[in-house]
Nanobody, 119 residues
Framework: QVQLVESGGGLVQAGGSLRLSCAAS????????MGWYRQAPGKQRELVAT??????NYADSVKGRFTISRDNAKNTVYLHMNSLKPEDTAVYYC??????????????WGQGTQVTVSS
């Protein structure tokens, strides 16, 4: 059983910063791609950032403001969010592609953490 547990969300004023964390636990042979997605009220879930090895990818809307990183020793991925805007308000979800056994790789989601940016 694999779990992704997010933390670090909250309420922040525009221009402020937050750091989200997502720790994976359970039977993990290999953490492959990891990433963050978000879903605002009434909108579809969208990609924010992904990291595969040392390669990162960002949505245009967050480039230059958000940084994704990972600590493989802790099975943890982070999202450092700076210069936050009200339009960044959403539930942020951690995602990970995890190999749990021989020829057994699955996609997992965290439960989500709320980020609210006030103007």
């Amino acid at each position: 059983q694999v779990q992704l547990v997010e933390s670090g969300g909250g309420l922040v004023q525009a221009g402020g910063s937050l750091r989200l964390s997502c720790a994976a636990s359970g039977t993990i042979l290999r953490l492959n791609a990891m990433g963050w997605y978000r879903q605002a009220p009434g909108k579809q879930r969208e990609l924010v950032a992904t990291i595969t090895g040392d390669s990162t990818n960002y949505a245009d809307s967050v480039k230059g403001r958000f940084t994704i990183s990972r600590d493989n020793a802790k099975n943890t991925v982070y999202l450092h969010m700076n210069s936050l805007k009200p339009e960044d308000t959403a539930v942020y979800y951690c995602n990970a592609l995890i190999t749990v056994g021989y020829f057994n790789t699955n996609n997992y989601w965290g439960q989500g953490t709320q980020v609210t940016v006030s103007s």
